[in-house]
């Protein structure tokens, strides 16, 4: 067959752009040519990311990119670039945040429009080829974008301005609100909020849609190791069974599906990725070394044999992952109906793996993207729990039906090798191979480690990021060293072999190197090389896949670097204040640090010597007395800026005035509510000049000092907390300033 168009993606090698190489959309891949083009011939950028197995990417390529008509308005209006999202994390998770930011959610595909240089000024996700229900179609949507740019620059140069100010001031940690002391009882406090959404009825965590949830899995798993308790191992073990017995693992095949839909775990977004079974692999072993538990073992074996046998490379590596649909339908080639298993199987074999497997309760599935909307087939799960599941007669007709699944059109198959996702599975294996004594799993690990080594790694400096039958590309990101050193730690200890420790010590050296903030704490996303993104970001909160960071704080801590773990932990002390049940990978780090070395107390981020001096100059202070026990403390801000009141927003830092007398009464002025263009409701603020009057019970007979603690921002950015302070004379006969030095 002759393709009547063939684009510039036909160079790439990752399945997902190859998937849009006959689009009649004139496609750029992200680089250096799409940008001089969008230059040179000042047209705005739509970007589109997705992934090869993305059923919602398939949808909008068939109805737009696949239109004649609408691409004819793509290639007049844009320069349009398709990136592969597991190629680049570092685009997609950047221009998520901003798609955040607009729109209030995010998801793939995910659809962003930029300024030639970068900037975003609109996004969004799906868009359907035309107007329906009062949201705009996508060809009305690039008419109205083109305009805009064209007639209506400033307004979209202010919007991009203040994304790309939000951006910045979201790529790093946040500074702390007041010391955080990182003990025990933080880390328990942490996971009490993490589990709090445990479902009791059906197991997990969170409402429908339901994702497994690894890093948690983990991070309780791993804490239980040290501090046994009854209620936390009664939530993971429910988890565990109702995964075990839902829809959500493909019963067949041994491997699981990427999220249940549903609360009961039964009906799957039917994608399998390979990060999701090797995080599960993981967690089933451990699980079963820690409660000896056969299932959980069974489990396990069924996760590794199924991503040895359909998701291997015949160098070692490992692919990424199924699609979810076959011919355009969800899930097609893993439904069942009664007449089909009975075809395989006989008549009275049907009967009872049909009651075992709940086909003999009726249809639970439909299409819903095809059909009436009436369940007319059968998701497998186990409808009476795994009573008979290891019954001998119940894995035979398993492996016929397995057998016959394999001759129906398979989904598709994404063959790229990605250097974090393999370092995942290696690590699984080797924990699987040890606590389950099987052998060939340790040789599967050792034998991919050895490919990402030969393949994937420079030993000049570099780990690359992908790979696909060719040369690796793309320079690795900090989940790839990261996720690597931990699979070979885990490698090392599983076969007693100190070269992959000898290794990991390598390029944890390189990891720093590249990624590490001297003077912040934590580790960037991307390496110091980097220069194509208009904001270089730290990431400490989980995705599905645990925080490269957090697992970089574990891996240095396992190296005998508890002084790089502790940094990270510190940078990111706020953050985990704030938000630890999103970030189970730091939560886990910390707990292994403070087993090991005590607390950490009074962590703050210590800002840089330039940033510390702009915000001290943002605030002048003085103090006069207006009798022998009322101070009046005059506080100016620089015009631009302005800190927050004393009972500011819960986003802002409170203004704090401390005195180093006891029980004076202190009485700060109403704050000012203004509204600015990062934040959507009233913030309280001080701005200009004010004044806070300190009243002693007594008239101090000593100096006092007095420090304002206060964080100084303009309507872009925020400084670094900071701290003045003034040393008080007592009243000496008259009113008027108290004197003394400033600090």
Not at 269 to 285: K, Q, R, S
Not at 447 to 466: C, K, M, Q, S
Not at 498 to 524: L, T
Not at 560 to 575: D, H, K, N, S
């Given at each position: 067959?002759?393709?009547?168009?063939?684009?510039?993606?036909?160079?790439?090698?990752?399945?997902?752009?190859?998937?849009?190489?006959?689009?009649?959309?004139?496609?750029?891949?992200?680089?250096?040519?799409?940008?001089?083009?969008?230059?040179?011939?000042?047209?705005?950028?739509?970007?589109?990311?997705?992934?090869?197995?993305?059923?919602?990417?398939?949808v909008?390529?068939?109805?737009?990119?696949?239109?004649?008509?609408?691409?004819?308005?793509?290639?007049?209006?844009?320069?349009?670039?398709?990136?592969?999202?597991?190629?680049?994390?570092?685009?997609?998770?950047?221009?998520?945040?901003?798609?955040?930011?607009?729109?209030?959610?995010?998801?793939?595909?995910?659809?962003?429009?930029?300024?030639?240089?970068?900037?975003?000024?609109?996004?969004?996700?799906?868009?359907?080829?035309?107007?329906?229900?009062?949201?705009?179609?996508?060809?009305?949507?690039?008419?109205?974008?083109?305009?805009?740019?064209?007639?209506?620059?400033?307004?979209?140069?202010?919007?991009?301005?203040?994304?790309?100010?939000?951006?910045?001031?979201?790529?790093?940690?946040?500074p702390?609100?007041?010391?955080?002391?990182?003990?025990?009882?933080?880390?328990?406090?942490?996971?009490?909020?993490?589990?709090?959404?445990?479902?009791?009825?059906?197991?997990?965590?969170?409402?429908?849609?339901?994702?497994?949830?690894?890093?948690?899995?983990?991070l309780?798993?791993?804490?239980?190791?040290?501090?046994?308790?009854a209620?936390?191992?009664?939530?993971?073990?429910?988890?565990?069974?109702?995964?075990?017995?839902?829809?959500?693992?493909?019963?067949?095949?041994?491997?699981?599906?990427?999220?249940?839909?549903?609360?009961?775990?039964?009906?799957?977004?039917?994608?399998?990725?390979?990060?999701?079974?090797?995080?599960?692999?993981?967690?089933?072993?451990?699980?079963?070394?820690?409660?000896?538990?056969p299932?959980?073992?069974?489990?396990?074996?069924?996760?590794?044999?199924?991503?040895?046998?359909?998701?291997?490379?015949?160098?070692?590596?490992?692919?990424?992952?199924?699609?979810?649909?076959?011919?355009?339908?969800?899930?097609?080639?893993?439904?069942?109906?009664?007449?089909?298993?009975?075809?395989?199987?006989g008549?009275?074999?049907?009967?009872?793996?049909?009651?075992?497997?709940?086909?003999?309760?009726?249809?639970?599935?439909?299409?819903?993207?095809?059909?009436?909307?009436?369940?007319?087939?059968?998701?497998?799960?186990?409808?009476?729990?795994?009573?008979?599941?290891?019954?001998?007669?119940?894995?035979?007709?398993?492996?016929?039906?397995?057998?016959?699944?394999?001759?129906?059109?398979?989904?598709?198959?994404?063959?790229?090798?990605?250097?974090?996702w393999?370092a995942?599975?290696?690590?699984?294996?080797?924990?699987?191979?040890?606590?389950?004594?099987?052998?060939?799993?340790?040789?599967?690990?050792?034998?991919?480690?050895?490919?990402?080594?030969?393949?994937?790694?420079?030993?000049?400096?570099?780990?690359?990021?992908?790979?696909?039958?060719?040369?690796?590309?793309?320079?690795?990101?900090?989940d790839?060293?990261?996720?690597?050193?931990?699979?070979?730690?885990?490698?090392?200890?599983?076969?007693?072999?100190?070269?992959?420790?000898?290794?990991?010590?390598?390029?944890?050296?390189?990891?720093?190197?590249?990624?590490?903030?001297?003077?912040?704490?934590?580790?960037?996303?991307?390496?110091?090389?980097?220069?194509e993104?208009?904001?270089?970001?730290?990431?400490?909160?989980?995705?599905?896949?645990?925080?490269?960071?957090?697992?970089?704080?574990?891996?240095?801590?396992?190296l005998?670097?508890?002084?790089?773990?502790?940094?990270?932990?510190?940078?990111?002390?706020?953050?985990l204040?704030?938000?630890?049940?999103?970030?189970?990978?730091?939560?886990?780090?910390?707990?292994?640090?403070?087993?090991?070395?005590?607390?950490?107390?009074?962590?703050?981020?210590?800002?840089?010597?330039?940033?510390?001096?702009?915000?001290e100059?943002v605030?002048?202070?003085?103090?006069?007395?207006?009798?022998?026990?009322?101070?009046?403390?005059?506080?100016?801000?620089?015009?631009?800026?302005?800190?927050?009141?004393?009972?500011?927003?819960?986003?802002?830092?409170?203004?704090?005035?401390?005195?180093?007398?006891?029980?004076?009464?202190?009485?700060?002025?109403?704050?000012?509510?203004?509204?600015?263009?990062?934040?959507?409701?009233?913030?309280?603020?001080?701005?200009?000049?004010?004044?806070?009057?300190?009243?002693?019970?007594?008239?101090?007979?000593?100096?006092?000092?007095?420090?304002?603690?206060?964080?100084a921002?303009?309507?872009?950015?925020?400084?670094?907390?900071?701290?003045?302070?003034?040393?008080?004379?007592?009243?000496?006969?008259?009113?008027?300033?108290?004197?003394?030095?400033?600090?």
């Open positions: 067959m002759t393709e009547k168009h063939t684009n510039r993606l036909a160079k790439e090698t990752s399945p997902y752009l190859l998937q849009h190489q006959h689009n009649p959309v004139d496609w750029y891949s992200w680089g250096p040519e799409a940008f001089e083009a969008a230059r040179s011939q000042d047209k705005p950028i739509f970007l589109s990311v997705g992934y090869s197995t993305c059923y919602w990417c398939h909008m390529e068939r109805q737009c990119f696949e239109n004649e008509a609408i691409a004819a308005e793509m290639n007049q209006r844009f320069i349009n670039i398709k990136v592969d999202r597991e190629e680049r994390p570092d685009v997609d998770q950047l221009y998520m945040i901003a798609v955040q930011l607009l729109i209030r959610q995010g998801g793939w595909p995910m659809s962003v429009f930029l300024l030639p240089d970068l900037r975003p000024f609109y996004g969004g996700t799906y868009f359907p080829p035309a107007d329906a229900h009062g949201r705009p179609g996508f060809p009305t949507l690039l008419r109205a974008l083109d305009d805009a740019y064209r007639n209506r620059r400033s307004d979209v140069e202010k919007t991009a301005a203040q994304l790309v100010d939000i951006l910045g001031q979201l790529a790093k940690p946040s702390p609100s007041s010391p955080v002391d990182v003990d025990e009882s933080f880390i328990d406090r942490l996971i009490d909020r993490s589990v709090s959404d445990y479902d009791p009825e059906f197991g997990g965590f969170g409402r429908a849609p339901k994702f497994p949830r690894q890093t948690l899995l983990e309780v798993l791993v804490h239980l190791q040290n501090h046994p308790d209620r936390r191992e009664k939530m993971i073990r429910h988890t565990l069974d109702a995964l075990a017995n839902g829809g959500i693992r493909d019963h067949l095949g041994g491997g699981f599906h990427r999220y249940s839909t549903d609360a009961r775990w039964l009906v799957p977004h039917f994608e399998i990725m390979l990060y999701d079974n090797a995080m599960l692999a993981w967690v089933y072993a451990e699980a079963y070394r820690q409660f000896k538990q299932r959980y073992a069974q489990v396990a074996r069924g996760i590794c044999d199924f991503v040895l046998r359909e998701m291997t490379d015949t160098a070692g590596g490992f692919y990424t992952a199924f699609d979810a649909e076959v011919d355009a339908q969800e899930g097609l080639s893993n439904l069942w109906t009664p007449a089909e298993v009975e075809e395989e199987l008549a009275s074999a049907a009967v009872l793996f049909n009651r075992v497997y709940g086909l003999a309760d009726g249809p639970n599935f439909a299409d819903p993207h095809h059909g009436n909307g009436m369940p007319d087939k059968n998701i497998l799960f186990l409808a009476d729990g795994p009573a008979l599941e290891s019954d001998e007669r119940i894995v035979t007709m398993r492996q016929k039906l397995l057998s016959a699944r394999h001759k129906r059109k398979q989904p598709l198959l994404d063959t790229k090798i990605l250097t974090s393999n995942l599975m290696i690590r699984a294996l080797a924990v699987a191979g040890d606590v389950l004594k099987e052998p060939r799993y340790l040789k599967a690990a050792e034998a991919a480690a050895e490919f990402l080594l030969l393949r994937h790694a420079d030993w000049n400096g570099v780990i690359f990021r992908t790979s696909r039958g060719g040369p690796a590309k793309y320079n690795g990101f900090l790839d060293y990261a996720f690597l050193l931990q699979a070979l730690l885990a490698l090392g200890k599983a076969t007693a072999n100190s070269k992959w420790q000898e290794i990991a010590c390598h390029w944890a050296a390189v990891m720093k190197e590249q990624f590490g903030d001297s003077e912040g704490g934590g580790f960037y996303f991307t390496d110091n090389r980097s220069s993104l208009i904001v270089r970001q730290k990431v400490a909160s989980d995705s599905p896949l645990p925080s490269g960071n957090g697992v970089a704080a574990s891996v240095l801590l396992e005998g670097e508890p002084e790089a773990t502790r940094r990270v932990l510190i940078a990111f002390a706020e953050q204040k704030s938000n630890g049940e999103g970030m189970s990978a730091m939560v886990q780090a910390a707990q292994e640090y403070v087993r090991r070395n005590g607390p950490i107390t009074g962590s703050a981020v210590t800002a840089t010597g330039d940033e510390q001096e702009r915000s100059d605030v002048d202070l003085d103090a006069k007395w207006t009798d022998p026990s009322t101070l009046r403390v005059s506080i100016r801000i620089r015009d631009g800026y302005h800190i927050g009141s004393n009972n500011a927003h819960p986003q802002m830092v409170d203004t704090e005035l401390s005195v180093g007398i006891e029980n004076p009464q202190i009485s700060y002025p109403p704050a000012q509510k203004v509204v600015f263009p990062f934040a959507d409701d009233e913030l309280q603020v001080y701005l200009g000049q004010m004044a806070i009057e300190v009243r002693f019970p007594t008239p101090p007979s000593t100096t006092v000092r007095l420090a304002l603690r206060y964080q921002c303009s309507d872009r950015a925020c400084l670094a907390v900071a701290s003045r302070s003034i040393d008080v004379h007592p009243y000496h006969g008259r009113p008027g300033r108290a004197g003394g030095s400033i600090g």
